[in-house]
């Protein structure tokens, strides 16, 4: 039998957004609502597409105290999908455990499994009276759970494919807190035909087939941090007897957070930048297709423009007037932040040649910008604690000091520094 499934992750409803500076009352009326208009468009979705059955991978929501508004709304959704004949399957995850949670929700519409704390658990799905797949899943009793559950897992012997729901970190992804850590092949082992996983916010497939095992990352964007910009959404899964072809990816986010560069080595001053920012402003609109984008923008490079950056206000003055340009209604690009990465025209090359202190510390960042792992340990060791109070000037709080952003602004910063001092 040919059917479809959707499989989401990582909802966290009503979510509080993280790291962003403050943003007129517009802005935050659609960044409240966000989180929760895009699990309504997922309800459409599965809905609109037949689906035999949802698949949600812990984190519904963003914390245990599970605010009534997000409860409600997905109660309602849930009770679309019922009305629908679309079963749903649900596990919690350390955002949302099932022990140390409060529950407006008493029960549950026809058709809704939450999986328990206690053990793995299965759960048929039959469509016209034809057994067509098993969901096995199981929820985080509270919020560390350091157990690989993965282990837990075990085939069973019913028709159709074979699913499970876990929110794990697989791989010890080191973006992640270790919750539930698991490898592939503890996957492999428990035999299941799919693994719909939650936990990872960055959309990931780990392993095309015997098994699946896939990342949809989460619903909705919940900050400028790298992992929650760009599209976000939920996977349709096509199944044809117990052949699962590749997920598609279908966008649901209602806000979407994004990150462009503007270059000033070709721009003669300051308004040829603005008209610069306002064409990438309108690259990002295009590509949100009809909805709101949260914009943070970098501007880098060297050459005449860095020098009137450089006066007082002049930053914070061309946010301002970009602000200014922004449409008071959804959808909007917002401009988030706009950081100062530019520089006088240095000449690198010349600087790597020189042998001195600033050409040394140009080799070395040259070196670190190569190997990632060496950037992140020289980062979390050094630039967080040193040069934070700058770059939180600058950027903003440091999520991540071996982002690229703060990583070349610091390097940035301390060459102009030193070859402005020495001259």
């Not at 157990?147 to 080191?174: M, S, T």
Request: charged share 25%.
């Amino acid at each position: 039998m040919r059917f479809r499934f959707l499989h989401a992750a990582d909802l966290h409803l009503d979510t509080p957004f993280e790291g962003i500076r403050r943003v007129e009352p517009f802005v935050a009326d659609a960044l409240r609502d966000a989180s929760l208009r895009a699990f309504e468009s997922l309800v459409s979705l599965a809905i609109a597409r037949e689906v035999a059955f949802v698949v949600l991978a812990g984190d519904i929501y963003d914390g245990p105290e599970r605010g009534v508004r997000a409860q409600l709304t997905f109660r309602r959704g849930l009770d679309r999908l019922s009305d629908a004949g679309i079963a749903t399957f649900v596990v919690h995850g350390n955002h949302d455990p099932v022990e140390t949670g409060w529950s407006a929700v008493r029960s549950w519409p026809a058709g809704v499994k939450v999986f328990g704390a206690d053990e793995v658990a299965t759960v048929p799905v039959e469509r016209d009276g034809e057994m067509i797949a098993s969901v096995h899943g199981i929820s985080y009793p509270t919020r560390a759970v350091t157990e690989n559950l993965a282990l837990r897992f075990a085939r069973g012997d019913a028709p159709g494919i074979q699913v499970g729901l876990l929110h794990a970190n697989v791989g010890a992804n080191p973006q992640h807190d270790p919750y539930s850590p698991c490898t592939l092949d503890d996957l492999r082992a428990g035999g299941m035909d799919y693994w719909a996983l939650g936990h990872v916010h960055a959309r990931q497939v780990l392993s095309q087939g015997d098994p699946w095992a896939v990342y949809p990352g989460n619903l909705q964007g919940r900050s400028p941090k790298a992992s929650e910009r760009g599209p976000k959404g939920a996977l349709v899964v096509e199944v044809d007897g117990t052949t699962i072809a590749a997920p598609e990816f279908v966008p649901l986010d209602r806000v979407r957070f994004a990150y462009v560069e503007a270059d000033i080595a070709d721009l003669a001053d300051l308004p040829e930048l603005q008209e610069l920012l306002t064409e990438l402003a309108l690259r990002e609109a295009r590509a949100a297709e009809g909805r709101s984008v949260l914009l943070r923008a970098a501007l880098v490079g060297a050459g005449p423009v860095a020098d009137d950056l450089r006066r007082p206000g002049a930053v914070a003055e061309l946010l301002g007037a970009l602000r200014d340009g922004v449409r008071r209604e959804e959808p909007f690009v917002w401009w988030e932040h706009l950081a100062d990465l530019t520089r006088p025209a240095l000449d690198l090359d010349a600087l790597r040649r020189r042998g001195d202190f600033p050409g040394e510390l140009l080799l070395l960042a040259d070196d670190l910008s190569a190997d990632p792992e060496r950037l992140h340990a020289f980062a979390e060791q050094h630039l967080a604690a040193v040069a934070t109070p700058t770059l939180d000037r600058l950027a903003g709080p440091l999520e991540d000091p071996a982002e690229p952003m703060p990583w070349r602004q610091a390097v940035d910063l301390a060459l102009t520094t030193l070859v402005t001092d020495d001259g």
